[in-house]
């Protein structure tokens, strides 16, 4: 597994390019590999043996590959037990946002941001996502709250956008009244 780049680094300030398919071999084992880290990383034996952080996401970029693609998996809720959306996501776009705004109580942190940027990160509660899967299949899917949002900061990460550039800097804990909240 590649080493995840920190900010500073000018590799998570770029566009990214479009992955083209077929996939070449390398950028068939760059979508296992991005897909590896979060599922090794969100198992705790092995996140400790490691020494990772643990992710639901992770862009190419992150690991030093200036292209299209990202990793998503998002844990399994409590109640059905499955993961809401896990796939590797390549030359997404976000075809469609909802007006109302939607963000993670808590803030959000980032894999390659190593200090605390504490503030909510404004985001749109819900989208319709269309990407192409490692076999070049075309997805289109609607996702709201939580996979909502991980997919929009890891689609951000592609267009050189990092998380805390949406905090507001005077309010950090800014939010508009129907802004949805999610835990
Ligand atoms: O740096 C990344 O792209 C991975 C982030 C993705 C993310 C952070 C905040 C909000 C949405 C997505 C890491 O997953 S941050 C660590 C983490 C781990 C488990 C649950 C939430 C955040
Ligand atoms: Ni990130």
Known sequence: MKDIVRDGDPVLRQEAADVQFPLSA?????????????VVSQDPEQCKKYGLRAGVGLAAPQVGVSKKMASVLVPPTEEDGESPFTDVIINPVIIS????????????????VDKDVPGFVPRHDRITLR???V????????????????????????HG?????????????TRDDDMVMID
């Open 26 to 38: 390398e950028d068939q084992q760059l979508a296992k590999d991005l897909m590896e880290y979060l």
């Open 97 to 112: 946002e909802s007006v109302q705004a939607g963000a993670l109580t808590e803030g959000e942190g980032c894999l390659s």
């Open 131 to 133: 990407y192409y899967d």
């Open 135 to 158: 076999n070049g299949e075309k997805h289109q899917l609607r996702l709201k709250n939580y996979p909502a949002i991980v997919c929009q900061h890891e689609i951000d990460h592609l």
């Open 161 to 173: 956008i990092l998380f805390y550039d949406h905090i507001n800097k005077d309010q950090p804990f």
